[in-house]
């Protein structure tokens, strides 16, 4: 069974610029999820997707973060723009139901300079 | 919200010591608890989960024990490896949503 895709990998930008970071959950995952995890630290949901539609966000600095899951499959988490603060490891994740077992992606590694 | 505690930070044991880790929770309702191990650099993966309705749960040299009355659950290594060392996180799940802790880096020494 194929995994959670993430990409890119790694990122370097400058502060105020901005970045995106795109996943592909695990086939017939209805739930998605991004977390932010900083070094030596626990993963902090950012964002959680049901199908197309969010069912918390409740921690998204929304005034730089945006996400969205377009056609329920595919997402995209979007920084801008960026501060020092957000260097961290963005880790996508989905599970088959909000009650299910999580899966994560590779994460994709950023670093604002 | 729940709120979980993850004890101890790091840990350091020598090859073929067991070890444990303990996470604490709050809200009652929270009712399946998953460890995740974490290699440098690699993504978070599941080693073994257990929901409210059991106490124990056992899979070759890894377990996991659960006190619903005092709110706690415990990851347990025994004959621990080299390959063992890295972060383990625990989660709480309620209401729809996973809660982790801030992880236990754990250092196994040949």
Redesign the interface.
């Known amino acids: 069974e194929a ?2 895709a993430q990409s890119p990998r790694y990122k370097i930008i400058e502060k105020r610029q901005s970045v995106a970071f795109w996943c592909n959950p695990i086939s017939g995952h209805a739930t998605l999820y991004w977390y932010q995890q900083i070094l ?6 950012l964002i ?1 997707f049901q199908n197309n539609g969010v ?2 966000d409740s921690q998204l600095p929304k005034d730089r973060f945006s996400a969205e899951r377009l056609k329920g499959v595919d997402s995209t988490l979007k920084i801008q723009p960026a501060k020092l603060e957000d260097s961290a490891v963005y ?1 996508c994740a989905s599970s088959l139901t ?2 299910d ?7 994709s590694w950023l670093t604002v300079v | 919200g729940e709120n979980v505690e993850q004890h101890p930070s790091t840990l350091s044991v020598q090859e073929g010591d067991s070890a444990v880790i303990k996470c604490t929770y709050s809200d009652s309702a929270s009712n399946y608890f998953p460890w995740y191990k974490q290699e440098l650099g690699k993504r978070p993966q599941l080693i073994i989960d257990i929901r409210s309705n059991v106490g124990e749960k056992k899979d070759q040299r890894i377990a996991v024990t659960l006190n619903k009355t005092a709110k706690h659950f415990s990851l347990h290594i025994t004959e621990t490896q080299p390959e063992d060392s890295a972060v383990y996180f625990c989660a709480a799940y309620n209401f729809n949503k996973f809660y982790f802790g801030s992880g236990t880096k754990l250092n196994v020494k040949p």
């Not at chain 1, 077992?101 to 994460?107: H, L």
């Open positions: 995994g959670v030596g630290q626990g993963p902090k949901l959680q069912v918390d880790l909000a009650a077992t999580i899966y994560f992606g590779e994460g």
